[in-house]
């Protein structure tokens, strides 16, 4: 038995010396290289890697300079020579200091107030980590920024009496949160408040706006609201930072990239411009050094399952049972002994003897082979998990028990990497807040719209499927079709069928891309056909679904100018027992339904108000919302109905549709937005009688004066047969119904100069 084990130990001596020789070519890990040599690598206690630098000589470029103020004790980062100081530097992010707008008020008003603003001017850009943050009990703020477009949202906080705030929760009252996208390199905070702080100045005095990471910033309740500015600014600016993400070269790809990336790394180019490199599977170290990674020894540093004998190799490693046992040495007593039965002892050595050298063989000409393939399980196994996290499970019970394979598809990850050749930016078709959207082709040769969202939820898994399963059953030629999704990511795709002629607003908006076809009768049409999918949406189907965001932006044209609506994202369905839903504010400036967003009491009603800007929008030419017009004109729903009680109906349409629509038609479109831009819910119409009535606009060049609609008395355009007097009713009683919402959407649109 002597003999043998000798034997043993000399054919693992042949088996481990050439790794040995390897690792003496190709070195194991050593001390990783962090910033350029003889520049510093730490500022107080932030370690400072390449390509950033503290001074030009020691950066990649301008763009990664840093300071190290040594008058501080510890000293403290900043970003080049600015006053953003910096806590922490990751391969993809930094945690710089917040800024915060704040609102400060005493008996007599307004004591003092900062409005908040940053400007990174494109050398870095705001995370999507980070939360658009508001606390007070009467407050309200937005947010503007630039990510290539412009980008605006707003959040408010309210509440009348302390014992009502709770702990640790910011859900809208005292405190309320909402996200940012992507990409964001300027953004401003202003603040506004309802009523001064005057039913609240007992217990909260100020009211404040900033950005934060995600997670950081627990809603202190009362104690948050009470403290004084200095404190409730310290606790924030000390221990919550702000997230940035950095790439190198914003404007370049890794086809262009001159060698930045070093030994052992991979370049990949990053969503929204720009790239960075990485350390391959196996090495570690940094990318943007010379030598660049090095090999981990991953049986040195224990990163390993490995329960027999470990043996190190350039990227990887080998794990085999001790000698004289046998089995799967990466599980633990995965290894058993091996029998000792003398009669077979010589047969077991021979077969040692070839396995190893097999293995010798296998291991020098398939390392490459092997490492793809761990990445390739892990992949898999990232898929599966995703799967499953995004509701996959439940999805394919749902598809099996409905008997729903036709409405609905499952496509992978490959099939859609395919047909938008990767998600190259050539087949972006439109970016919004909260995602991108694709023109893919199947391989079927279908021409699709793949959405694929910033932003995920793992809770709401169970209601995105159920939701999910109801837009498959939408089938109106009106509301663009749902064809199917993609579980295998981390945020769950969406597959639509393509629209291909632009939005209603480019064609109302960008005068040279469509205002030669938007004829009276082509905007009666497509007013009419809108109308009907979104009645269709509210009472024709199991489910009703409310839109939440209907504006001209999510009204699609195909190829023959026929209206789709799309975009469901913001949707809410509504249980067949219930009229109306409690939500957290969500849609869009200008359209916003003023009852909805002074309750947040959803209805069907909302989307009512919201298609009566559009049906404005369409008939005036005019933006919802326009920073380059008067006060007067500055609010579109708010001109149009002072315009109809002074009798200018006449003098905002387009001076085109004066000479294509009768006095009468012109009238009767007047009455229909009057109605739907009703303040209170129950004096709109349905969508169903919008849909009616502007039909019935088609179909006669005149017709009978329709009168203002109330929540006692419902009278149709169709079935009035008075002469009508546009102006005998008025369209709002009472002037200051407006004064609320009109006072939010300026505040929006003022210029937020920062001091």
Not at 27 to 38: E, I, R, S
Not at 681 to 710: G, I, N, Y
Request: glycine letters at 8%; aromatic letters at 10%.
């Amino acid at each position: 038995m002597g003999e043998k084990n000798m034997l043993l130990h000399f054919i693992l001596f042949l088996f481990i010396f050439p790794l040995i020789m390897a690792m003496e070519i190709f070195p194991g890990a050593t001390t990783n290289n962090t910033a350029k040599p003889g520049c510093p690598t730490e500022c107080g206690n932030v370690t400072v890697p390449f390509p950033f630098g503290i001074g030009t000589d020691c950066s990649l470029s301008h763009s990664f300079y840093l300071t190290c103020n040594t008058s501080y004790e510890p000293p403290k980062l900043f970003l080049q020579d600015g006053n953003l100081q910096v806590y922490n530097i990751s391969d993809t992010e930094l945690r710089i200091l917040t800024r915060i707008s704040y609102r400060c008020y005493n008996q007599s008003g307004v004591a003092f107030e900062h409005i908040g603003w940053s400007n990174l001017a494109g050398l870095y850009t705001f995370s999507a980590k980070n939360k658009f943050t508001v606390v007070g009990c009467d407050d309200y703020s937005l947010i503007r920024g630039t990510n290539g477009g412009d980008f605006s949202s707003g959040c408010f906080g309210l509440c009348s009496k302390a014992r009502d705030v709770p702990h640790g929760e910011c859900s809208g009252i005292g405190c309320c949160q909402t996200s940012i996208p992507k990409g964001l390199s300027y953004y401003n905070i202003t603040l506004g408040a309802l009523q001064n702080h005057s039913n609240v100045l007992s217990f909260n005095e100020c009211g404040y706006g900033f950005l934060v990471e995600e997670g950081s910033f627990e809603f202190g309740g009362v104690n948050d609201l009470s403290t004084d500015y200095w404190g409730f600014a310290e606790r924030i600016r000390s221990t919550m930072p702000v997230v940035l993400d950095w790439v190198i070269r914003p404007n370049g790809t890794c086809a262009n990239e001159v060698d930045e990336c070093k030994g052992n790394s991979s370049c990949y180019d990053v969503e929204g411009g720009g790239y960075r490199c990485k350390c391959n599977e196996g090495y570690d170290g940094n990318p943007y050094l010379h030598p660049g990674c090095q090999d981990i020894d991953e049986c040195d540093n224990g990163d390993n399952p490995c329960y027999g004998v470990c043996i190190n190799t350039v990227g990887s490693y080998n794990c085999t049972c001790h000698p004289g046992s046998d089995g799967d040495a990466n599980v633990l007593n995965g290894c058993k002994e091996v029998a000792k039965d003398s009669k077979n002892a010589s047969t077991t050595v021979v077969i040692v003897i070839i396995v190893i050298i097999s293995g010798m063989l296998a291991i020098i000409s398939g390392i490459a082979g092997i490492f793809f393939g761990i990445r390739r399980r892990k992949l898999i196994r990232l898929k599966e998990k995703f799967f499953e996290q995004n509701g996959g499970v439940l999805l394919k019970q749902k598809i099996k028990s409905q008997g729903t394979h036709e409405a609905m598809t499952l496509f992978s990850t490959e099939q859609l990497r395919k047909a938008t050749d990767n998600y190259a930016q050539e087949n972006i078709v439109g970016k919004g807040a909260y995602g991108v959207v694709y023109k893919g082709v199947l391989s079927d040769k279908r021409v699709v719209a793949i959405k694929k969202s910033k932003l995920v939820d793992a809770t709401q898994a169970e209601q995105f499927i159920n939701e999910v399963m109801i837009l498959t059953q939408v089938i109106h030629r009106n509301v663009v079709k749902l064809l199917g999704c993609c579980l295998e990511e981390e945020v769950p795709i969406l597959v639509y069928e393509f629209i291909s002629n632009n939005t209603l607003f480019h064609h109302i908006h960008h005068r040279l891309g469509g205002m030669n076809w938007l004829s009276w009768e082509n905007r009666l049409r497509v007013a009419t056909e809108a109308a009907s999918a979104l009645g269709y949406l509210h009472s024709e189907i199991t489910m009703p679904i409310i839109h939440r965001d209907v504006k001209s932006t999510n009204i699609l044209l195909d190829e023959n100018y026929t209206a789709k609506i799309s975009d469901f994202g913001a949707s809410r369905l509504v249980p067949v027992d219930h009229d109306q839903v409690t939500t957290l504010i969500q849609g869009t400036l200008g359209y916003l339904d003023p009852e909805y967003f002074n309750s947040s009491q959803l209805t069907e009603k909302s989307d009512v108000y919201s298609f009566g800007v559009v049906l404005a929008e369409l008939i005036t030419g005019k933006k919802p919302i326009g920073s380059d017009r008067t006060n007067e004109e500055k609010i579109l729903a708010t001109y149009f109905v002072n315009s109809v009680r002074a009798n200018r109906l006449f003098e905002i349409v387009e001076p085109r549709l004066l000479r294509e629509a009768t006095f009468e038609q012109l009238q009767a479109m007047g009455n229909i937005v009057k109605r739907c831009l009703s303040l209170v819910s129950c004096d709109r119409p349905t969508m169903k009688e919008v849909a009616v009535e502007l039909d019935a606009l088609r179909k006669f060049t005149t017709h009978p004066w329709a009168q203002q609609q109330t929540c006692s008395e419902t009278r149709s355009l169709v079935l009035e047969v008075e002469q009508p007097d546009l102006y005998d009713v008025p369209l709002i009683n009472d002037t200051n119904e407006w004064e609320p919402y009109s006072g939010i959407t300026e505040m929006a649109l003022k210029e937020n100069n920062p001091r």
